[in-house]
């Protein structure tokens, strides 16, 4: 061992000789290969779920259950009934103005339909008096203020079309009318261009009780507007008792 090589010693594997067939010797023969000829399985043995694990299958029950839930739901929908049908039919009012036919939303002037009235007869004949009071007019601030101005447009000039016979004047009723329901130059405008020109001519008298400045401001502004006839008939009334002085006031109704 001293200084000398280390003594290498050469071994030789052994012939091993595999074969894959099934012949005599082989891995593969039926020597070699122990399998049993019958599979003994003990049934008790194995894990089999009880009845509380079983699955039902209840796909029917749900589609009946929810075909009951919909014929319930249908059920309880009301039907729309002959009467409500005609109730509907009154919230809407078709006149003619103009040779023309309107059609009025009644549902949503029904708050301000006591802006006209009837306020019975002066003189000889039947000879009407129409008061129109503006505190009854919509507040400006409405978001659909100009649906419900139009709406009140036509109900106001059929109805005068309806109250006036012969003659006719108009009491106008501005006192304890805040601005922001007074109506507007365009609007005032409108009716005095769709006013029937019987109408026009009819009417004797156009009473302002308790003029505001700003109802003085509209009227000189539309003076171009307007003949010079219907201006000669707009008289300023500053109390109510200088009206009672002019007219009957018996059935003219003065709002509080």
Known sequence: LNGSHPRRIKLTAPNINLSLDQSEGSVLSDDNLDTPDEIDINVDDLDTPDEADSFEYTGQEEQAATKDASQEESESIPEYTAEEEREDNRLWRTVVIGEQEQRIDMKVIEPYKKVISHGGYYGDGLNAIIVFAA???????????????????????????????????????????????????????????????????????????????????ILAVTRPFISSKFSSKIQYVNTLAELREMIPMEYVHIPD
């Open 135 to 217: 505190c009854f007019l919509p507040d400006s601030s409405r978001t659909d203020y100009n649906y419900v101005m139009e709406n009140l447009f036509l109900y106001v000039i059929s109805t005068l079309e309806l109250m006036v016979a012969e003659d006719y004047m108009i009491v106008y009723l501005n006192g304890a009318t805040p601005r922001r329901r007074m109506p507007g130059l365009g609007w005032m405008k409108k009716c005095y261009q769709m006013i029937d020109r019987r109408l026009r001519k009819n009417l004797k008298s156009f009473i302002i009780v308790h003029p505001s400045w700003f109802i003085r401001t």
